[in-house]
């Protein structure tokens, strides 16, 4: 059984930064895409990166140049580095991980076979 179990999330000011981790258990990391994803009340899950099992690194627009995604194999974890932070970042944010997912669906939250419980991220002004 794979569970992923995301940690890091809290509130902070607009302009600060937040490391999120996502720990993987029950299988290795290696071999895995993982995709980190938010979503507010009642909006859609958005997609907001991904770590690709081929090292590539893939970023949603409104996050690119200030979040970035990396994983630590040896820690069997990932981690989700945000910073300049803006009040619409505000969400739940959630890790996902597959093993036989395609470049191409990378963005899409149905590709993804495991799903943390998310962790609230809130930022104020």
């Known amino acids: 059984q794979v569970q992923l179990t995301e940690s890091g999330g809290g509130s902070v000011q607009a302009g600060d930064s937040l490391r999120l981790s996502c720990a993987v258990s029950g299988r290795s990391l290696r071999g895995h895409t993982v995709g980190w994803f938010r979503q507010i009340p009642g909006g859609e899950r958005e997609f907001v990166a991904a770590?690709?099992?081929?090292?590539?690194?893939i970023y949603g627009d409104s996050v690119k140049g200030r979040f970035t995604v990396s994983r630590d194999i040896g820690q069997n974890s990932a981690f989700l580095q945000m910073k300049s932070l803006k009040l619409e970042d505000t969400a739940v944010y959630y890790c996902a991980a597959s093993s036989s997912i395609i470049l191409s669906s990378v963005r899409f939250d149905y590709a993804y076979a495991y799903w943390g419980q998310g962790t609230q991220v809130a930022v104020s002004s």
């Open positions: 770590d690709t099992r081929s090292g590539g690194k």
